[in-house]
């Protein structure tokens, strides 16, 4: 069992940066697991942002983010982060942390077995 717990969210103007965080506490080791991130706007499914591979050694991103996001891992301290740059009104959404049992990092949602709450990132114009 993995518990997630996501936290660094909040409201910004478009232009500005948030670190999301992503505490998480597990009977097994935090490095077994691949972590992703992904996000639900109102009224819209929920779709991926990014993922990393459970040592770090890779990272995939959705196009819409890439470039202006960056996904990492301490396993050390059991905990991802998200850090998103120039954010744009359009990344406004609720922010999941999510991890699963993978060896590589993937953009497939149902791959994923435990989810956080979430966190709220609102982008102004």
């Known amino acids: 069992q993995v518990q997630l717990v996501e936290s660094g969210g909040g409201l910004v103007q478009a232009g500005d940066s948030l670190r999301l965080s992503c505490a998480t506490s597990?009977?097994?080791?935090?490095?077994?697991?691949?972590v992703g991130w992904f996000r639900q706007a109102p009224g819209k499914e929920r779709e991926f942002v990014a993922a990393?591979?459970?040592?770090?050694?890779?990272?995939l991103y959705a196009e819409s983010v890439k470039g202006r996001f960056t996904i990492s891992r301490d396993n050390a301290k059991n905990m991802a982060y998200l850090q998103m740059n120039s954010l744009k009104p359009e990344d406004t959404a609720l922010y999941y942390c999510?991890?699963?049992?993978?060896?590589?990092?993937?953009?497939?949602?149902?791959?994923?077995?435990?989810w956080g709450q979430g966190t709220q990132v609102t982008v102004s114009s």
């Open positions: 597990s009977r097994r080791s935090f490095s077994n697991y691949a």
């Open positions: 990393i591979r459970w040592n770090g050694g890779s990272t």
């Open positions: 999510a991890a699963g049992s993978l060896v590589t990092a993937t953009d497939e949602e149902r791959r994923y077995d435990y």
